[in-house]
């Protein structure tokens, strides 16, 4: 399994460092602890914080599956800094650099940092409407190496890189320090996976004591004394099982199983498998079920409604989001009256937008001049402000100049 499990880590980095130099892409948008972040502004105000997505939500609901049935696998198989700082304490290892053993109190006490880390992280974010904490974070340091999708790398503090750093030089003496004591996501996932269904279960009969699944613990679980696993900290690494002396023995000492009300033990293959498949799922969903990261209205709806659906280009991020809003809402020749509602998917290229309306009160054509033209602010003496946008297929030097200006100057 040991082996198993380095080739799915090596293929879950492949695929983030791929995304990053390869593609390009915005791999924060599929970052598990960005929909943590991002519920609250969606639910409260029905937009996401810049620089995530919908498929945040997709990806996190992913690994709450994965927590549910596996515990923390999301961390011991999947997640980037995990790997590498898992990685990086098996090189010191190798090159003969003593590991450092935290004693199990102070490793408790430690453990409790990241329920600290989470709440700061989430109470400063949901005030300042914003990632405030992205700057420190290394993850996101990693991730947006590369990336020329509108992801702003001055964004990123030297703190980013000092705790990098830190994490990486801690690695060296020590599994997976911040993973175990400061790691936000973890204190998401570790309620979760205390009540997972699949467990480590260790038969006293056959053990004989020797100590060494809890000295091979990533996590620092006293395996070796438990009849049950079912500590939330628990990675289903399965170091325990391989490092055990009578595996191979029968059914050897300890075995990885689902609770007994499932049935039968489940081979270990069937962990990958379940990984895969709720991965697999969750990007699938993302695609499949086209839900808004935008979503704002003006007015109340009347009985009938018409859409118009549009590909904008620079409605990058959820700020620009609500100044495509803004020009919809204006209060200038181009104003569109009465009711309408506008759906968007924020993103570097063109992006889809659905606006709903009255047909009785306005039509395409004067939603599409709403986006496009300058507004002209009455309390700023006509100050014009450019429009940011436009719509793919619409040419916006259509618009009837001259009977704007002849309106304005008519204006008291």
Not at 171 to 197: D, E, G, N, T, Y
Not at 255 to 279: E, F, S, V
Not at 335 to 349: L, M, Q, S, T
Request: proline share 7%.
């Amino acid at each position: 399994m040991k082996k198993t499990r380095r080739a799915v880590q090596f293929g879950f980095l492949a695929i983030v460092v791929g995304g990053i130099f390869a593609v390009g892409a915005n791999c924060e948008r599929w970052c598990p602890f960005g929909g943590v972040e991002g519920v609250y502004t969606y639910a409260s105000e029905g937009n996401m914080l810049c620089s995530l997505g919908v498929s945040n939500f997709f990806i996190l609901g992913g690994v709450l599956l994965i927590t549910v049935l596996l515990r923390r696998a999301f961390c011991g198989y999947m997640c980037p800094l995990g790997t590498i700082s898992e990685w990086l304490r098996g090189l010191a290892r190798r090159l003969g650099v003593p590991g450092l053993r935290v004693p199990h109190r102070v490793d408790r006490v430690l453990a409790s940092l990241k329920y600290a880390v989470l709440a700061v992280i989430l109470v400063a974010t949901y005030r300042a409407g914003e990632l405030i904490f992205r700057g420190f974070d290394p993850c996101y340091a990693l991730i947006t190496m590369n990336s020329p999708q509108g992801t702003d790398i001055a964004d990123i503090t030297v703190w980013a890189y000092v705790v990098a750093g830190a994490i990486a030089l801690a690695s060296l003496v020590m599994v997976m320090p911040f993973c175990r004591w400061f790691c936000p996501m973890a204190a998401v996932l570790s309620p979760i996976s205390r009540f997972a269904l699949t467990r480590i279960e260790r038969d006293a009969e056959a053990c004989r004591g020797c100590g060494q699944c809890s000295e091979h613990c990533p996590t620092a679980i006293p395996v070796d004394q438990l009849q049950q696993v079912k500590a939330a900290r628990c990675l289903s690494c399965m170091n325990c099982v391989d490092s055990c002396p009578r595996k191979g023995k029968g059914d050897g000492a300890l075995r990885w199983r689902p609770p007994r009300w499932l049935g039968p033990r489940w081979p270990q293959a069937a962990l990958i498998g379940i990984l895969l498949a709720c991965t697999t799922a969750a990007v699938a969903a993302s695609y499949l079920f086209a839900i808004p990261s935008f979503v704002k209205t003006h007015g109340d709806p009347p009985a009938e409604v018409t859409q118009i659906r549009l590909q904008v280009k620079g409605l990058t991020c959820r700020g620009r989001a609500n100044q495509f809003f803004y020009f919809l809402q204006r209060d200038d020749l181009w104003e569109v009256p009465g009711y309408f509602k506008v759906e968007a998917w924020p993103g570097p290229d063109l992006a889809d937008v659905i606006v709903t309306f009255d047909p009785a009160a306005t039509d395409e054509r004067a939603i599409q001049r709403a986006i496009t033209a300058p507004y002209y602010d009455a309390a700023a003496d006509f100050a014009r402000r450019d429009s940011p946008f436009r719509i793919e297929g619409y040419d916006p030097t259509e618009i009837d100049i001259d009977r704007e200006l002849d309106a304005l100057l008519q204006l008291p």
